[in-house]
């Protein structure tokens, strides 16, 4: 049976052959076993919340209309989009609290191999979570500031909000939200909250779950904030660097190991070692040493910290270990295909998981604890090293695909460089070119790979009219990793397809800001754990405008969503205020109610709502009319 391979990237229609020569399954075959896959649960119709079930019901009306215990379809979807908002909020904010964690540590001098590296951002966040910094040394600070943020898990008050929602949002904005009860007060308690009221009989009414969900969906913008705020003091806040993206960053002369998860602890001493043990690399038979890359967040978190290459984004993982070149791959947490070790097993690629609570059958487990990191990178490198001796250079097969990347775009950076053009008030000059219509809005594009659509397609065609349209463009995650390997986070892109009015800023910002060109296309702000960077700037705007979020031409769009983390980062975006594109359908549909809540009800509650559609072409062409919108209603 031939395979239909979704995806443009080159690299990924590269390789796929050289899996089926070797007689390996990837994304794509497993995709096509797994068709057609269930309807109910597609529609968000499958109940498995007590051991009576599963119960379905019948989409069309002919079967069941409630489970065995009575639940109709409006509460299982409900229930089930609920809990997905919670998983997602769990994910980040337990990557968040391992950051918090190990500054804690750092703070106490317990943790050698870090440091505070960004002391001025630790002032800028004590400073915003009201921390007196007079007199105080680095470490003494990054102590209390951990241990405040911390408190984000502990706090039992329910009138007192989470410090850093708080500390994050347009005043505007914060009210509304305490209007609404929806403010989150302590991170694990709502996530529980929400596992306790979707259990068998608790909660039935899809609003009020939906409510529910969409707090758990605040403590997941609450947890993602602090994980990237508290990870600029650690290991820096990004500043734009040139790189490249795609699979031709693979060398053949090289030791190469990628990086693939989302949490920076382990992959910056990674950093830092292979540095150290380079000339090990060499010794071996390696001229160039060894080579770092990144796949998915974790590679966008070295990307943006270090200008390292990244190799590819969430569905094309594995086309890595294909090239037979890739010596160790190295994993974390989040988004990381189990399928690995197999695919390593065929080729002599080491695939070690690192974390206690992220296991992976077959593959190898090096137990990372912060209090060792050195030494368990150095073992991980010595295990690619010995890997390296074992590659078959008869195998290597890596395509020379690779397009240059300008990455690193804090909120920071961006402030930076529009400093450069005024100096006494850097977001003046974005303002007036919002104003005058240089620039019509801003979009954010977050968000993973999902095989339901063409990997990477959705992305590339949205963000081509959106420029054309003088859209400026943000992104986050493997949505991030779409543009940079399709080559639109260069300065070539913006020449090619931005529109006229954009060209000039990014023109003027990039010239002013020392690039010799235009700023790219698509500025990159890092991990999808970095979707608070963009709402940082955006509340900037809101503040100095004294305006809501939701007043301000932004959109949002997430046109391949998957993980539980994108549903809740998709959640609070509108609960932001923000209209918030869906390229994939959410597996609510089987209940007009819970369709409704998202598409229509929550706009009249939060400003922001679901706009799903998954047409590229015809989506740009709605976001483009919502910005239209949102200007008019400004009067622009
Ligand atoms: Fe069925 Fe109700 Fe149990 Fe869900 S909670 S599986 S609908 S009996
Ligand atoms: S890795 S959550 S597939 S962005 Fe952040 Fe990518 Fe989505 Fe995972």
Not at 357 to 380: L, M, P, T
Not at 441 to 458: K, R, W, Y
Not at 536 to 555: I, K, Q, S
Request: hydrophobic share 45%.
């Amino acid at each position: 049976m031939e395979i239909k391979v979704k995806s443009v990237d080159p690299a990924v229609a590269a390789l796929c052959p050289v899996a089926e020569r070797e007689g390996v399954a990837t994304v794509f075959d497993r995709n096509q076993a797994q068709q057609p896959q269930c309807g109910f649960g597609s529609l968000g119709l499958c109940c498995r919340v007590c051991w009576k079930g599963p119960c379905r019901i019948d989409p069309f009306g002919d079967g069941p209309s409630e489970g065995i215990c009575g639940a109709n379809r409006d509460t299982i979807a409900a229930r089930n989009v609920t809990r997905m908002m919670a998983a997602g909020a769990a994910g980040h904010s337990e990557h968040g609290r391992h950051i918090a964690l190990a500054m804690q540590k750092v703070g106490k001098g317990e943790l050698p191999a870090y440091s505070i590296r960004d002391p001025k951002k630790l002032q800028a966040i004590a400073t915003r979570l009201g921390i007196e910094t007079q007199g105080q040394d680095t470490l003494s600070l990054a102590y209390q500031v951990a241990t405040l943020t911390l408190g984000d898990y502990q706090n039992q008050d329910h009138d007192v909000a989470c410090r850093w929602i708080e500390a994050s949002l347009p005043a505007k904005r914060l009210d509304k939200l305490k209007s609404l009860h929806a403010l989150p007060h302590n991170i694990d308690a709502t996530v529980a909250q929400i596992m306790a009221r979707t259990h068998i009989g608790c909660d039935a009414d899809p609003t009020n779950l939906f409510l529910g969900g969409v707090k758990g969906a605040l403590a997941d913008f609450n947890g993602m904030t602090l994980a990237t705020e508290l990870s600029d003091a650690m290991f820096g806040t990004p500043a734009p660097v040139v790189t490249e993206a795609n699979i031709g960053v693979i060398k053949a002369d090289a030791i190469n190991i990628a990086v693939n998860g989302h949490n920076p602890l382990l992959s910056e001493v990674i950093c830092e070692m292979a540095d150290e043990l380079n000339q090990d690399a060499i010794a071996a038979g390696a001229p160039l040493g060894i080579n770092i890359v990144g796949i998915c967040c974790t590679g966008n978190e070295v990307m943006m910290r270090h200008g390292v290459p990244l190799a590819t984004n969430y569905l094309s993982q594995e086309m890595a270990i294909l090239t037979g070149a890739l010596d160790a791959m190295v994993l974390d947490v989040q988004c990381i295909m189990p399928s690995l070790p197999q695919i390593g097993d065929c080729f002599h690629t080491e695939v070690i998981t690192t974390m206690g609570d992220n296991k992976i059958q077959g593959a190898r487990h090096v137990s990372f604890k912060e209090e060792h990191a050195r030494e368990n990178a150095a073992q991980i490198i010595r295990l690619a090293i010995d890997a390296y001796r074992r590659r078959d250079p008869n195998r290597i097969n890596i395509p020379d695909i690779k397009r240059t990347a300008v990455v690193g775009f804090s909120a920071e950076a961006v402030v930076d460089a529009l400093a450069k053009v005024n100096s006494e008030d850097p977001l003046q000059p974005l303002l007036d070119n919002i104003t005058n219509g240089n620039i019509q809005g801003i979009a954010l594009f977050a968000g993973c790979n999902n095989t339901q659509s063409v990997q990477d397609n959705s992305y590339q065609t949205i963000a081509k009219k959106l420029a054309a349209n003088n859209v400026l463009l943000l992104a986050t995650g493997c949505g991030a990793g779409a543009f940079a390997k399709g080559g639109l986070m260069n300065q070539q892109a913006t020449e090619a397809y931005a529109g006229d009015g954009l060209k000039a800023v990014l023109t003027a910002v990039g010239e002013a800001a020392g690039l010799n060109g235009p700023l790219p296309l698509v500025l990159h702000m890092g991990s999808c754990v970095d979707n608070s960077r963009a709402v940082t700037l955006a509340t900037a705007l809101a503040e100095r405008l004294n305006l809501d979020l939701t007043d301000l031409p932004l959109v949002a769009s997430a046109p391949e969503a998957m993980s539980e983390k994108a549903v809740a980062i998709a959640s609070w975006s509108v609960a932001l205020g923000l209209p918030t594109h869906l390229g994939t359908m959410p597996q609510v549909t089987g209940s007009q109610v819970v369709t409704d809540l998202m598409t229509k009800d929550a706009e009249q509650l939060f400003g922001g709502y679901f706009l799903v559609e998954t047409d590229p072409e015809v989506a740009g062409d709605k976001l483009v009319e919502v910005i239209r919108r949102k200007r008019a209603a400004l009067g622009l």
